[in-house]
Structures are given as C-alpha cells and as structure tokens.
C-alpha cells in the first residue's frame, strides 16, 4: 500500500494506491488511478513519489519495528496533514480521500467476488439466474 504524492505544486497526496503483495512502484513514471467502485473515475499520476505505508511489526516472530517517540509521531501527523489538499481536511463535508486499487488487485477482488457468488448460487435453493 502508498501513499501517492504529487511532486508538481507542492508535495500534495493524490490519494492511497492499494496493490498485490507481489507488485512495485518501482520504475513507473505514470500511474493510472481508478475508482475501485466507481471504475470510470480515472486520473494520471506523473511526477510523483510512492511512499510505502505498510511497515513490519514482526518478521519471522521477531520484533523489527521501534516505536517512535510522541514527538516523531507528532511530526509524522503535521507531515501527513500538509500533504493533504484543502477539501479532504475541512470539517463541513470534506471530500472523501481516494483510495483507489491496482489493475491487478481489483481484478483479484472481482475474481473473488465472482467465486463466492458461484459457491452461494450452487448452494442456494433459489435460482438466480432467472430474469424478474
């Protein structure tokens, strides 16, 4: 998971990119974002950086993570804040942040969605495949 921020007017976050475990950023100049409901809703991304927001906790039972100081986390907060445009941070009907998903990863959901939907209809007594 990244956080995807702009490098043209300021660093400013477009919005969090959710993607497969297996996927990278890496080496990607233009990324096309999507709403994962809503899938035409789409915006370029160019000039940007990739913040990786996931960090380890535990690896292989060993604890990798320090936690920061109050103050290193009071920081972290102001610096998050700042990337944030004005409509996400005001508190009369702010705008929803994008979190939008990956080609990949959205297709992975839709494949899973698409499975369950079959387990259910092959095991429900109703038939659902009948047009009202």
């Known amino acids: 998971?990244?956080?995807?921020?702009?490098?043209?007017?300021?660093?400013?976050?477009?919005?969090?990119?959710?993607?497969?475990?297996?996927?990278?950023?890496?080496?990607?100049?233009?990324?096309?974002?999507?709403?994962?409901?809503?899938?035409?809703?789409t915006k370029e991304v160019k000039n940007f950086t990739a913040k990786e927001l996931l960090v380890p906790i535990y690896e292989k039972g060993e604890l990798v993570y320090q936690r920061p100081s109050l103050e290193q986390t009071r920081q972290y907060k102001e610096e998050n804040l700042a990337l944030l445009w004005d409509e996400y941070q005001r508190t009369v009907r702010p705008e929803q942040y994008p979190v939008d998903l990956s080609v990949k990863c959205w297709k992975n959901k839709m494949q899973n969605i698409e499975n369950v939907r079959k387990t259910v209809q092959k095991h429900s007594p109703v038939n659902f495949d009948i047009p009202f």
């Open 1 to 41: 998971m990244y956080r995807i921020i702009t490098n043209e007017d300021g660093p400013k976050a477009e919005g969090d990119y959710i993607c497969l475990e297996n996927e990278s950023l890496e080496g990607v100049d233009t990324l096309t974002m999507f709403h994962p409901v809503h899938t035409y809703i």
